[in-house]
């Protein structure tokens, strides 16, 4: 079946890299993503990857993606206090109109 | 969030009521989705929609209905709420263009008493 997995907690220090992991099950997702929630808040798309491809970087955030190991990660470069939220990637599950979400992992920032 | 709306934002009802829960949306997506968000399961799809009077069952459908008879909205109903039914429930809506990703509502957070 589909299932999504993330670790639960991550805590970093202000200025650090924080490293989000993901693994997921189904080898023909077309398209995986990392979603940002504040509290409160729904999510929000940060970044997305399209199957065929590696790595993709965009501002701080750098995804790479092992497809062969099924794993998915997000680097924050620089973290910064306004990253604290709880990240969730997701994974498109082909030829569905549907999401599956993983566990969310909820990212701490300390100065 | 932009071109979705949620209401209400905070419901509390007792054991046994029917609740509806409304999501609207201003970008003429085709696709609706309802998903409730629980500590340690993440978001679990309950019901979806692709198109009006179009609708599918998710992974958590038991004790919940939809229904979409305009594009703009998509009802879910707990037709006799329970306790286990106290979550957060998110709409989101696609265009299904994939880069886009789909769009979240701010959340109605339901608690069943």
């Known amino acids: 079946g589909e299932d999504v997995e993330q670790s639960l907690f991550l805590s970093v220090r202000e200025g650090d890299s924080s490293v989000i992991n993901c693994t997921y099950t189904d080898s023909s997702s077309t398209y995986l993503y990392w979603y940002k929630q504040e509290p409160g808040a729904g999510l929000q798309l940060l970044t997305y990857?399209?199957?065929?491809?590696d790595m993709k970087q965009d501002q701080r955030l750098t995804v790479l993606l092992n497809k062969k190991d099924k794993h998915l990660s997000l680097r924050i470069a620089d973290t910064q206090t306004g990253d604290s939220a709880i990240y969730f990637c997701a994974e498109s599950i082909h030829n569905t109109d549907k999401l599956i979400f993983g566990t969310g992992t909820r990212l701490q920032v300390f100065p | 969030d932009a071109g979705i709306t949620q209401s209400p934002r905070h419901k509390v009802t007792e054991t046994g009521t029917p609740v509806t829960l409304r999501c609207h949306q201003t970008e003429n997506h085709r696709y609706m989705y309802w998903y409730r968000q629980d500590p340690g399961h993440g978001l679990r799809l309950i019901h979806y929609?692709?198109?009006?009077?179009?609708?599918d069952k998710g992974e958590v459908s038991d004790g919940y209905s939809v229904s979409r008879s305009k594009t703009e909205d998509f009802l879910l109903t707990l037709e006799s709420a329970t306790s286990s039914q106290t979550s957060v429930y998110f709409c989101a809506i696609s265009g299904r263009r994939p880069s886009l990703g789909d769009t979240f509502g701010s959340g109605t957070r339901l608690t069943v008493v």
């Open positions: 929609s692709y198109g009006v009077k179009d609708t």
């Open positions: 990857i399209f199957s065929n491809m």
